[in-house]
Nanobody
Framework: QLVETGGGVVQTGDSLRLSCLAS????????MGWFRQAPGKEREFVAGISYRSASTYYVDSVKGRFTISRDNYKRTVFLQMNSLKPEDTAVYYC???????????????????WGPGTQVTVSS
């Protein structure tokens, strides 16, 4: 089970930090990621991190603004979002890969567990 926290309403240029707490003790074996879904659009990959944080991967639209990290001891993955833009408005979902030790270039088709999502709204 995954539970996200940290969403909210902010203004353009502000920052937010999302957190995702995992209940499974096997958390440290899986690549983790964040996806988002805006109204009327498909869910898209935002960022991924390998099981030991050795590698990360980002969609081009957030590179240089968002940073994904994880703490395996606390079974938590984070998404630090800086310089937020109105086009970042979406429901953000935490996700766990379905197989251990794989690349952080996550695909929605390969996700094993989704969080319920947290709303991020960026006003202009």
């Amino acid at each position: 089970q995954l539970v996200e926290t940290g969403g909210g309403v902010v203004q353009t240029g502000d920052s937010l930090r999302l957190s995702c707490l995992a209940s499974e003790s096997s958390f440290s074996r899986y690549a983790m990621g964040w996806f988002r879904q805006a109204p009327g659009k498909e869910r898209e990959f935002v960022a991924g991190i390998s099981y030991r944080s050795a590698s990360t991967y980002y969609v081009d639209s957030v590179k240089g603004r968002f940073t994904i990290s994880r703490d395996n001891y606390k079974r938590t993955v984070f998404l630090q979002m800086n310089s937020l833009k109105p086009e970042d408005t979406a429901v953000y979902y935490c996700a766990s890969d379905s197989e251990p030790f794989r690349s952080p270039q996550l695909s929605a088709a390969h996700i094993g567990t989704w969080g319920p999502g947290t709303q991020v709204t960026v006003s202009s």
